[in-house]
């Protein structure tokens, strides 16, 4: 059954509860609407002023595309038909054109599409020129072509020339996220190379690595790390009224708050505890007693296991009082949740890397080396408690191992031969 009507929102509603299955426009000759199974769609019929046969070419689909925003639709083709151009044979040009581009090399892809991708990024260029100059042998072959052992020998050849492990590792991530763009841009089907990285760390950068990546900080870098923390707070609270003074006079004043952003609480809590970031984001405040000073933690990483470890912590002063000025601070801003470190704008868990950015930040301010990860704090938390002495078992415990095999495999050189007030080592008024 048909309807001719003026095609509208509320008109094709009604066709579908009177299960209309066709709607014709009074006012543009052609256009349409077919309304199926699936849903409704918008068609155009048109005779074709260079080869005078008639074609159709659907516009869209309802509620997707408006009845409004199809009209204008339908009314830029009716300007191309009157210019000469077939609409559906457009189409088929276009869908012939695609598949050819699927076929491009890499260097085809490297230089055309995705060099407009990243003309809008800052260091976008620097990115191109970085994947050509690495990749340069292979700027003539399909990229769907690559494959694992290729990698595996482009990185023998790059370690050759003298290329560290890092910048290897930096270039081939470089590389894969072209991949990934030009899955998404429909030039390959499926990124050819493995979700997992092929490429292997050499044994003798390895060794250096693990020492750099498991020692203790420098009582330097603490001072600098609490600094930048400071600083960073000061910063987000500055930058806060500046935005209410000029025109957003709506915003929370941050001034009142102790800690003006999550990450903050959430580095010194790193600190303080050694806890992974998986569990620090996931601690909720049930799990945090603060009456009795103490922390119980089941680790993310054994909770799936038959039995779980269990980890204790008993909390010193200065812990204490960061998550009670941080909870308040939670209240303050009217977020209600079990989490510790809820989400600012949906109160839910926050993603897994939500620290990386505002890490980069802390260390600019604090001037720390660029290259120190955030697990650093764990790593100083464990080499600490292994320098004072305490029981390899029970530091193991204490960060979340049932047995000793890690902590006597990576910390076990800085031991020199329970746990109630263990944490006071951390304070940082011993350090005053």
């Not at 191309?80 to 088929?92: L, S, T």
């Not at 092929?198 to 750099?212: A, G, M, V, Y």
């Amino acid at each position: 059954m048909g309807l001719s009507a003026k095609i509208s929102n509320a008109i094709i509603a009604k066709a579908k509860r009177e299960n209309i299955d066709e709607i014709h426009d009074t006012e543009i000759k052609g256009f349409q609407v077919r309304i199926g199974a699936r849903g409704a769609t918008y068609r155009y019929r048109y005779l074709s002023v260079s080869t005078q046969k008639r074609g159709a070419v659907t516009i869209g689909k309802f509620p997707g595309l408006n009845a409004d925003d199809a009209r204008k639709e339908v009314q830029k083709l009716i300007g191309k038909i009157a210019a000469g151009i077939d609409p559906a044979a457009e189409r088929v040009e276009k869908i012939k054109k695609a598949k050819q581009e699927k076929q491009q090399t890499l260097g085809a892809y490297l230089k055309g599409r995705y060099a407009q991708y990243q003309a809008r990024k800052k260091s976008g260029t620097q990115t191109i020129q970085m994947i050509e100059r690495h990749f340069n042998d292979w700027l003539d072959r399909p990229m769907k072509e690559i494959s694992r052992a290729d990698i595996k020998n482009w990185q023998i050849d790059r370690e050759a020339t003298g290329l560290q492990f890092d910048t290897i590792k930096r270039v081939y991530g470089a590389f894969k996220t072209m991949l990934n763009n030009a899955v998404e841009d429909g030039f390959i089907d499926t990124n050819p190379l493995p979700k997992k990285s092929p490429l292997e760390r050499p044994h003798s950068q390895e060794s250096k690595k693990s020492t750099d990546d498991r020692r203790i900080l420098t009582e330097q870098e603490i001072n600098n790390l609490f600094s930048g923390l400071n600083q960073f707070n000061e910063e987000i609270k500055a930058q806060r009224l500046n935005s209410i003074r000029h025109g957003k006079p709506n915003l929370f004043d941050l001034s009142a708050l102790k800690y003006a952003h999550w990450a903050i609480p959430f580095t010194m809590l790193a600190y303080y505890t050694g806890l992974r970031t998986g569990d620090i984001y996931g601690l909720t405040w049930s799990e945090v007693n603060l009456n009795l000073k103490r922390l119980t933690k089941i680790p993310e990483k054994t909770r799936h296991h038959p039995s779980p470890i269990e980890v204790n912590l008993d909390l010193n002063a200065e812990i204490i009082e960061m998550l009670k000025y941080w909870k308040a601070d939670l209240k303050k801003q009217g977020i209600e949740s079990d989490w510790v470190f809820p989400s600012p704008v949906t109160g839910a868990r926050m993603d897994k890397k939500a620290h990386v950015k505002p890490w980069v930040k802390i260390k600019n301010l604090a001037g720390l080396p660029s290259a120190l990860d955030f697990y650093a704090l764990r790593h100083n938390w464990i080499s600490t408690l292994v320098m004072a002495g305490l029981p390899l078992f029970t530091v193991a415990r204490m960060a979340g191992h049932k047995t000793t095999l890690m902590i006597e495999k990576h910390y076990g050189h800085l031991s020199p031969s329970a746990t109630k007030d263990v944490l006071d080592i951390f304070s940082r008024n011993n350090q005053k």
